[in-house]
T-cell receptor, first 111, second 116 residues
Framework: GEDVEQSLFLSVREGDSSVINCTYT??????LYWYKQEPGAGLQLLTY?????DMKQDQRLTVLLNKKDKHLSLRIADTQTGDSAIYFC???????????FGSGTRLQVQP | GAVVSQHPSRVICKSGTSVKIECRSL??????MFWYRQFPKQSLMLMAT?????????EQGVEKDKFLINHASLTLSTLTVTSAHPEDSSFYIC????????????FGPGTRLTVT
């Protein structure tokens, strides 16, 4: 079945850039997403990328997609303490409307 | 953007009782909603797809008689955890696909269920 993997933890200093990586197995993935979850809260959609794109930038967020290697990354520029959260990548393949989530990466931003 | 609400946000119940969780799309109609479960420090796992006016589709390993899903209207899906046990304690999150979008799903804020 579909599988999405992420590293579990990332620690950065405030002001640095953060890069969170994700790999997936479903070659039919149509859209790939990045969600943010703060403690005890639901999911917030940060950004998404269509599978025929290589890159998408939205203010401090840059998403890179390497479809050949099935690798997705999220770069957060000028990381702030408010960015501390768990970040999930997710994908949905052709014909599937539900999302398959990665295990989540806990981002810790140190002042 | 569209809003999905869940009620209650937190619930504590005794082992053996049943709990109903509501998921509502507030300003749009959702023919399909999804129910996910998230255990502490883990990812979201799809439990079932709720279809308005028809039976829910359950993922492998999810007991349909234990997790009853009813999608009675285009704005409401309910998940009832029957005969709850401590191992059912989890964060339950619903989502609805935006009707005019190919990509976007709106997630509810989640319901934290604790079974004592």
């Amino acid at each position: 079945g579909e599988d999405v993997e992420q590293s579990l933890f990332l620690s950065v200093r405030e002001g640095d850039s953060s890069v969170i990586n994700c790999t997936y197995t479903d070659s039919s993935s149509t859209y790939l997403y990045w969600y943010k979850q703060e403690p005890g809260a639901g999911l917030q959609l940060l950004t998404y990328i269509f599978s025929n794109m290589d890159m998408k930038q939205d203010q401090r967020l840059t998403v890179l997609l390497n479809k050949k290697d099935k690798h997705l990354s999220l770069r957060i520029a000028d990381t702030q303490t408010g960015d501390s959260a768990i970040y999930f990548c997710a994908e949905n393949g052709t014909g599937r409307r539900a999302l398959t989530f990665g295990s989540g990466t806990r981002l810790q931003v140190q002042p | 953007g569209a809003v999905v609400s869940q009620h209650p946000s937190r619930v504590i119940c005794k082992s053996g009782t049943s709990v109903k969780i509501e998921c509502r799309s507030l300003d749009f109609q959702a023919t399909t909603m999804f129910w996910y479960r998230q255990f502490p420090k883990q990812s979201l796992m799809l439990m079932a797809t709720s279809n308005e006016g028809s039976k829910a589709t359950y993922e492998q390993g999810v007991e349909k008689d234990k997790f009853l899903i009813n999608h009675a209207s285009l704005t409401l899906s309910t998940l009832t955890v029957t005969s709850a046990h401590p191992e059912d304690s989890s964060f339950y999150i619903c989502s609805a696909r935006a009707p005019d979008s190919l990509y976007e799903q709106y997630f509810g804020p989640g319901t934290r269920l604790t079974v004592t």
